[in-house]
């Protein structure tokens, strides 16, 4: 069998409206199959290089005419050119007997799904495939050929490990479908439905069906478009006859494959953490990467395990990637430069998967023999069950290595139980190729001719349709409102309602939506519903207008179409409604700006806010559902708010216990973790599964003894440029500037032996270039703080200076809001460089006010639960719909003002002292009568570091026999006259 490496192609995915409007920065370059990739942060460096099979520009360079992406440049690569190039091959792969594997692999939003599926008129190498094969099989029907042909089309999803049947959405139980192993075919899925087609068009009836069910499951939580890897499966079977007069099966599986999205993960939590809270966050990808990592290892003759049992992706892509595979690779790129980092982590994922090789065999046996060895490997499986199951050959081994009586008994049941799964497969598999096709299509006909009349009434009906982070999502359900009244709510009502909307924060009795005669209005059925339109709060009865965008609940986003008011007046909607559009709107109607564009720094940020608002309202409802008494809020928190000198503004999440009046602080990464595994106790709660967790494991609880920051103090270090001490009460403040006590600093500069510099000295630097070469020593101090609110315990300070890289920490001072830290520490720089210059007159030391929160007692006496507090709060503020917490101005701006103040004060007191030396050498030269002073003198006077040496400059003056008295001519040389 010849080696075949794996194809790879990277795509530049066409850009979204949002960075259009932008102007995001591009550091992605093509050539050829050469890929090159600038670090924006480095356009000095040269660009890093990779060379792939095929390298595909799609991110201009074209026109959207009706949905449709028309090329208007040779640059542009479209759908029709990826496929020519990829998906021919897979499709004479499948003709040619041989299993072929095509997966799409990139972070969220770059384009992964565009390039598999495709949207509208944008047919991706899935629908294309299809369509192709079937337009190939109906000629040589026509044709007159004898073949027979048959195909089956299977679509499931991996989400957190387990695994849904697409197509059957009820038979996944609770925890999954079963991924099984058989000795001879690998990894298979148990009970996965492969559904018969004969068409195109029934292809993509049951590819509609697939993704609405992965979209309901999305809105119940049961899945995420960023975290559910999507593999539609077609086995395609051609049956002829030969030679000999056998009848000869050709079977090619055709696996083609959406990854899930590679996140963006800055950090890895806070350290100490107790929560796995990265165990179910990307770990299929994880565990792809390793094993990519291992075969490509293989590949250049080491000897590796692969870790193919280590997720279940990648016992599903062990064929794709180690077996009987033809393999192509999509590395779906964002081209802007705020994506460097993901953008640069996919293209080396995919330069480690180019390395691999795989060997695929023409599938192709008589039929005959096939149903022969199924029938002996039902025998022996019925023959080893009735005879107890697998005989334990090896329990003196066992013994041995310490395996018990009972995990023995254990490992029993578990053989016998595979080998009954194994029964049941063959079964069910000799019998469906007893099966005639017909009788095979028979079961699965129906269904469709409904769903092929919805898209028709869209286009004259008013209705709604969903919207998803994922764009192939969006639009996968649909509610029509003809005339009449629609209630919203749960499956729970007593009475069902004609829309259900499931998950969180839905009412039994939600809303109501009634056509009056063309006219749709909406209102709330139910005081506790949430609905947003266009971002605000509906009140009363409302008529809603085209492209109307609603939001149900927590996370049910749907947009009103009313076709008649557009055929009416189609000027008045201009534009597309998407998921990243309507979250803005959220986003700006609660405060947020989101016009800003003016660098990277804004549109990360941006694009973090429209991923956490909803995040966070999700959240916000789990723990209202599960009563956990806890509250979070977005914060937009500067690095100095953070507790850092530099970086960028960041959003963060306030975690706040309603009941004892605890906050925490988590970076954003961090939230996202945790939501994870909120949703994971929703949906063991909403299951009826056992949901409740001790607090070492509940993500909405941080341990007793978590320190955090309680606030920052900004120190500007001016003065130390110029020898000058800085001693300072300043301001402790808190992420949104409020003041929380104040803290006791001192800079002072010192001599060489360790001895302070004292006013006395009065050492004068003119400028702190001075300081170039020389020495410098200073000492920190930080005495103590006071006013620090009661609820703070074991205080200390953190801090770093310069180029220091691990922080310097205080003692920690128990049981007192004005703790005395008693805390001094020496810096000594042998050689002064411009760089310590630079960072002495325009940095600041930035020192960490750090502490433990008391558990008080709860104070809500009655015991309300978190519904209840969450309205009252919400009455008393008013309105607070996301619970956002808006960015406050910077508070390190007062500290640095009052820096600069007092070296301005400290230095002009120094001038002062210079004039008025310069007035006692007048003085004294008038007094003695002298009409010229040495130049000597006058360079002392004006470089003397200290009242003593100036003075005793001036008394040479009296002495100076040669400077002439007043009134005097006299041409000797080396005097200057002082007027």
Known sequence: MPEESVKVAVRVRP????????????????????????????????????????????????????????????????????????????????????NSCLFAYGQTGSGKSFSVFGYGPNKGVIPIFCDQLFVEINNKRASGTKTEFEVTFSMLEIYNEQVRDLLNPASSKKGGLRVREHPKKGFYVEQLRNVPVQSYQQIEDRMDEGTRNRSVASTQMNATSSRAHTIVGITFTQKSVNDAGQEMAKVAVVNLVDLAGSERAESTGATGDRLKEG?????????????????????????????????????????????????????????????????????????????????????????????????????????????????????????????????????????????QARLEATERELGYMKQSWEDKLKETEGGDDGERAKKEAKKTTPHLYNLNQDTQLSGMIVFLLGPGSYKVGNNKAETPPEIVLNGLSIQKEHGIVLNDNGKVFLEKASSDAKILINGDPLVGKMELDHNDRIMFGSNHLYVFQHPQLYKAKPTNYVGVVTYESAQEEIAQKNGFDMTSNNSKEDMLLQEDLV???????????????????????????????????????????KMRNLEKDLEYIWPRDKFVRRKYLMQEMYQNYTEGEDWKLPDEKNPFTEPPDQEVLIGTVNVYMQSLAYLIESKEQLDITDYRGKELGLLDVELVPCHKNGKEIKEDDDLF????????????????????????????????????????????????VQGTSSPAFKHKKSFNFEVVTSNLVQYLLNDHLVIQVWGTQKDPQSKNKAKKNTKEIMQAEALSKGRDVNGTAKQVSDPAMKAKFMFQFAVMKKRQERMEAKIAQFRKLVTTAELHNKARVETMVIKTVLNAQNAKVADKAIARIPKDEAAGNLGEETQKSGVCVVM
């Open 765 to 812: 630097i003119d400028h702190p270039n001075e300081l170039v070469g020389r020495d410098l020593n200073f000492v920190v101090k930080l005495n103590s703080a006071m006013g620090i609110p009661a609820k703070f315990t074991g205080i200390h300070c953190k801090y770093s200076v310069f180029l220091d890289t691990e922080m310097i920490d205080t003692n920690r």
């Open 279 to 419: 165990a179910a966050i990307n770990q299929s990808l994880s565990s792809l990467g390793n094993v990519i990592s291992a075969l490509a290892d293989r590949s250049k003759g080491k000897k590796v395990k692969v870790p193919f049992r280590d997720s279940v992706l990648t016992k599903l892509l062990k064929n794709a990637l180690g077996g009987n595979s033809k393999t192509i690779m999509i590395a779906a790129l964002s081209p802007a430069d705020i994506n460097y980092e993901e953008t640069l982590s996919t293209l080396r994922y995919a330069d480690r998967a180019k390395q691999i090789k795989t060997s695929a065999v023409v599938n192709e046996d008589p039929t005959e023999k096939l149903i022969r060895e199924l029938k002996e490997e039902n025998a022996r499986l019925m023959d080893a069950i009735k005879k107890g199951g697998l005989v334990m050959v090896a329990d003196d081994d066992d013994r041995k290595e310490g395996v018990t009586d009972e995990e023995r008994e254990a490992i029993r049941k578990e053989l016998e139980e595979e080998m």
């Open 611 to 653: 991923e956490m608002i909803p995040a966070v309202e999700e959240a916000n409802a789990i723990s209202e559902e599960l009563d956990q008494k806890v509250k979070f809020e977005i914060v937009v928190m500067s690095p100095k708010a953070r507790g850092l000198a530099h970086g960028r503004t960041e959003v963060c999440m």
């Open 15 to 98: 850009f979204n409206s949002r960075e259009k409007a932008r102007g995001a920065q591009l550091i992605i370059g093509m050539n050829a199959g050469t890929t090159t990739i600038q670090n924006p942060d480095a356009m000095n460096e040269e660009p890093k290089k990779f060379n792939f099979d095929y390298s595909y520009w799609s991110h201009d360079g074209f026109e959207e005419r009706d949905q449709l992406l028309v090329s208007v440049s040779p640059k542009y690569d479209g759908q029709k050119k990826v496929f020519d190039d990829l998906g021919v091959g897979v499709l004479k792969n499948a003709w040619d007997g041989y």
